[in-house]
């Protein structure tokens, strides 16, 4: 009697298993409600992919909880990437396009609407958020999101395999979400360049190529002990302000930068490139991995002048810099990075330090 009540339950089961299999894949884009904008758990995404007509395309991926890479090549910028999902996850719809602007609508989600592509991770049997079975990713919804309503209140959005595109919004917001898919990799980076506190720093080299006796070199030898070399004679400096190279090698602590602008006109660039830099830095960490940027000086804004009233040569508040191995090219802000732009007479405590 036991051994047939246990075949009965086993039957029962993979019979809830197959109509489950059988309901989950048959549910297609075209039996979904076409409106079905809204995330309704987004902390499970673990994949976005955006694309446009312009060949414009960009993968953010889930590594670990707060860990998202672009394009598998680079760190994700947190922030910006929360609000996708938090903007996913509150979209609203506010009415279907009217009739009249139905085809117009279309076409122009045709032309020049962001593609988006959500992955998540759910179970193949999920009954009633009891029993959950075979866990895996899956692509859960593929929309397209056009440009903004008339008010720039809401959005057009057109669910994939849909032809009735809707007004979407999101509630609290005065504007249009458009903006937040954007295709493009560098709007999703992390624009980090240093982020080492003083245990993690090993040596800190910072070159002065039109000044070589400002150039030197930060060692840390741990204990807080440090050594300060000048790199014109390679020879140590002693009687240096410990709070001055303390606060300095705390400056590496979290410098970004503020734009990336590899689209600058090639020539220009280029010429910038081959110019001699204005200060280079190089930061090794206790791994072993050092890390280098250039920077150099940027031309001033018209019309800047110093309290003489005679025009400055040069930017007083911004800088360009080369980055990730010559990769990017960006601007800086003197007021991130002036703390570690020091050269080595500012440590020093009076002209007879050197020995």
């Not at 090549?73 to 009249?100: D, F, H, R, S």
């Not at 982020?195 to 840390?220: C, L, M, Q």
């Not at 602590?253 to 001699?276: C, H, Q, T």
């Not at 040069?314 to 010559?326: E, I, K, P, Q």
Request: one cysteine or more; hydrophobic letters at 40%.
């Amino acid at each position: 009697m036991k051994r047939n009540r246990n075949i009965l339950i086993a039957f029962i089961l993979l019979a809830l298993v197959a109509f489950m299999l059988w309901l989950t894949q048959s549910t297609t884009t075209f039996n979904r409600s076409l409106s079905d904008f809204k995330l309704n758990d987004s902390s499970n995404v673990t994949r976005i992919f955006m694309s446009d007509k312009n060949n414009n395309s960009v993968t953010l991926e889930k590594k670990a909880p707060g860990n998202w890479t672009v394009n598998d090549q680079y760190a994700g910028q947190n922030q910006n990437i929360n609000l996708l999902l938090k903007t996913m996850a509150q979209l609203e719809v506010y009415q279907p396009v009217a009739n009249a602007a139905h085809d117009n609508i279309v076409k122009e989600l045709a032309v020049n609407a962001v593609k988006v592509e959500i992955y998540q991770m759910v179970y193949r049997v999920d009954l009633f958020g009891l029993i959950r079975w075979f866990r895996h990713e899956k692509l859960t919804k593929v929309y397209y999101v056009g440009g903004a309503t008339q008010s720039n209140l809401g959005c057009f959005m057109l669910m994939q395999g849909s032809s009735e595109p809707f007004v979407v919004f999101q509630p609290g917001f005065r504007g249009f979400v458009s903006p937040r898919y954007s295709p493009i990799e560098k709007y999703w980076r992390d624009y980090n360049v240093f982020k080492k506190s003083i245990p993690e720093i090993a040596s800190v080299r910072i070159e002065v190529p039109a000044t070589p006796d400002y150039s030197y070199e930060v060692r840390n030898n741990g204990n807080n002990k440090f050594v300060l070399i000048s790199l014109s004679d390679n020879k140590e400096v002693f009687n240096y302000d410990t709070l001055k190279l303390l606060n300095f090698l705390s400056g590496f602590r979290n410098l970004n930068y503020e734009a990336i602008i590899n689209d600058m006109d090639k020539v220009r660039k280029d010429s910038i490139l081959k110019s001699r830099p204005f200060i280079i830095i190089t930061l090794t960490d206790t791994a072993g991995v050092s890390k280098t940027i250039k920077t150099y000086h940027k031309q001033g804004p018209e019309g800047q002048t110093d309290p003489k009233g005679m025009p400055l040569p040069y930017d007083l508040d911004r800088l360009y810099a080369s980055v990730n191995d010559g990769k990017d090219f960006t601007i800086i802000q003197y007021f991130s990075f002036d703390k570690v732009l020091r050269p080595k007479p500012f440590f020093l405590k009076d002209a007879g330090s050197e020995k």
